[in-house]
């Protein structure tokens, strides 16, 4: 099964208010990777986290790896309905390099 | 980015026959590709890895003589369900990692299969 773990599974937002979503793992992770999916789209990457304590931005969205690298999360600042997607964290996992949480899904209430 | 190409985007087939999908990689060299399949409302499931010229790597549970796998070139791979039946029925996406940005997967825009 996964290895990585991710919650909430959905969550609705007024828009204009912050949104996070958190991935966990039981094992230290060499990297994490932060994908999007629209609504009957396919994955678009957005950013991959190596460091430990890394943070990257990208305008309203801040992603942020933990110190001892098992866990990440993605933070959007004052949601927009264009931030209508499912979020999925992805990991390696033995000689695979990419599995996928479960996503959390974001829906925003204009 | 660069481009990864999935087709076809929809089909639907009866039940006992096989479909081929294709995933190629427009305008870089893929040495790996994932194949994975979505569920309505749920996540990306790893199918296989496949890398080109050699064998792919199948997750447990995955039937390797009913999903077949071909990656013959560097921006070529197919899979192939053979026998489908409607529990086959779902979505299934490409990914493919460019030789020398290799952190970074590309998807296809995926094949909705319906198997009736």
Redesign the interface.
């Known amino acids: 099964g996964q290895q990585v773990m991710q919650i909430p599974q959905y969550q609705h937002v007024q828009e204009g208010e912050d949104f996070t979503t958190y991935c966990n793992s039981s094992t230290t992770l060499s990297n994490i990777q932060w994908y999007k999916q629209r609504p009957g789209g396919h994955p678009v990457f957005l950013i991959q986290l190596v460091k430990s304590g890394e943070v990257k931005k990208q305008k309203r969205l801040t992603f942020q790896f933990g110190e001892a690298k098992k866990n990440s999360s993605l933070h959007i600042t004052a949601t927009q309905t264009t931030d209508v997607g499912t979020y999925f964290c992805a990991g390696p996992r033995g000689n695979t390099p990419l599995v996928f949480g479960k996503g959390t899904r974001l829906s925003v209430i204009a | ?1 660069a481009v990864v190409s999935q087709h076809p985007s929809r089909v639907i087939c009866k039940s006992g026959t096989s479909v081929k999908i294709e995933c190629r990689s427009l305008d870089f060299q893929a040495t ?1 590709m ?1 194949w ?1 399949r979505q569920f309505p ?6 199918m296989a ?1 496949s890398n080109e010229g050699s064998k792919a ?1 199948y ?1 447990q549970g995955v039937e390797k003589d009913k999903f077949l796998i071909n990656h013959a070139s560097l921006t070529l791979s197919t899979l192939t369900v053979t026998s489908a039946h409607p529990e086959d029925s779902s979505f299934y ?1 490409c ?1 493919a ?1 460019e030789r020398f940005l290799a ?8 094949t909705r299969l319906t198997v009736v």
């Open positions: 980015g790996t994932f994975y409302k749920q996540s990306l499931m790893l890895t790597t997750e996406i990914s990692r952190h970074e997967a590309f998807f296809g825009q995926g």
